[in-house]
């Protein structure tokens, strides 16, 4: 608590409690809500151990904490001051000369508090809670455990087979218009097996998968693959029976250690370390391209050792008749707007000089462009990081905000009903995350920079909150002036 609050403090902070205990579980229970029902589908019934299952759920709780502390924070603010404004006690302790403002020093407090605890949770909690949740989702998806078969959809997570299914009922049991594609081993030919009707049964031992088709044919590829010069063999069934070994789809926990992190699993401190290691990385690239390209190529030098060897100048040619008259049909060189290249006395010389200076600024060119694009991805890198360094602070830091503002706006709206709450809440809340969502988008792109991305919101919800708590203040001050 607040050290040296009055008995009326200890009240408005007794009346924060309650609502944002139950706000704070009433979105947990939505968030929750809205993550069963996105991906249960996907992992119940897939032979995974419940304990697995359960764990993927408690390590996506802790993005579900981070969003809905600050929204509880807001809403507990709203109800409680607005109570309080709602009851007529604000209005006595303006009659008995008290200042609004003291009201809102031990919430502000406990708000700095509760700050800080997100923001070591969002910076050591979650990025290791990210990190499990995502290592358990692909050790479920490389494993496959279990069948997943979606109508018109092709699935090929069984080794060696491609399914193709048109309809199936509503249990997934039963399948029709079913088309199989068997690949082509030592063992077997490829194979095209299509059928009516179908129907997926799992064996006892919960490691065979068997698939019973009805009316239907195979169309066997003897000479290999598929191919419309292929001669095939067409075998015509009523029932067709085939097995499928599931011993190796079984789900298995993989060493989570083995897989990578991004900047959502890194904590602030590694994100800046990696974030240091890019800009050196930036740093030697420049330095290298520079000290390679510094230099101005000689090209007449060049050009005039190792192209012009044979072509000797006019006065230097012999007594041979052959020679002076090959050096006599040489063409003249031509005016050129190059002063280099006027420097030498034939045409020939010319085009060489000039090719070559052409290709060698062609390989600077692309070596340029490379570099370039080697810095982009780097720099875009960066403000990755940077974006998310900031959210783990920006966020956080809107339980102050949230205080700020929702203290001031329950006084004035005198209503300290949930729904008045939630009315407004959904208000700033949709300003809010959108503000973060798009300037996260843009700052990616590197259209504005993470500061602004991830602050904008903040700043703009602050200067709101001041303005209205100085409302509060002067709506104090107004009525002791008029009694001078």
Known sequence: MYPGMTPIQRDVVKRHIGPFIFVFLTIMFLLLMQFLILYLDKIVGKGIPWNIILELIFSNLAYMVVLAVPMAVLIAALMAYGRFSELNELTALKAAGVNPLRMMVPTLFLSILMAL????????????????????????????????????VFYDGIKGYTFYVKHMSDGNDSLFDVTLFQDQTEKRDFAIIKAKTGYLKSEKDNQTLTLYLTDGYLLKYMSGE?????????TAFKRYRISFDLSELAFSRSNPDRYSRDDRTMSAQAMMAVIDTLKAEMKRKRLAYNEQNSAVTP?????????????????????????????????????????????????????????????????????????ELNLQWREQRIEEYLVEVHKKISIPFGCIIFMLIGAPIGMLTRKGNIGYAALICAIIFTFYWTSLIEGEKLADRMIITPFTSMWAGNILLTIIGILLTIKIWRDHLLPRKSKK
């Open 226 to 234: 598929y191919s419309p010069d292929f001669n095939a063999d067409r």
């Open 117 to 152: 605890a997100l923001g070591w949770f969002s910076n050591y909690v979650l990025p290791n809670a990210n990190y499990r949740a995502r290592a358990l989702f692909i050790d479920i998806r490389l494993k496959k455990p279990g069948f997943d078969l979606k109508p018109n």
């Open 299 to 371: 090209f007449l030098k060049t050009t005039v050792n190792e192209h012009t060897k044979p072509l000797i100048p006019l006065k230097n040619v012999n007594s041979n008749p052959k020679s002076q008259s090959a050096r006599v049909a040489e063409v003249p060189a031509y005016k050129s707007r190059f002063v280099t290249l006027n420097h030498l006395p034939l045409a020939k010389e010319q085009q060489l000089t000039s090719e070559l200076a052409v290709e060698k600024l062609r390989h600077k060119l692309l070596s340029y462009e490379n570099m």
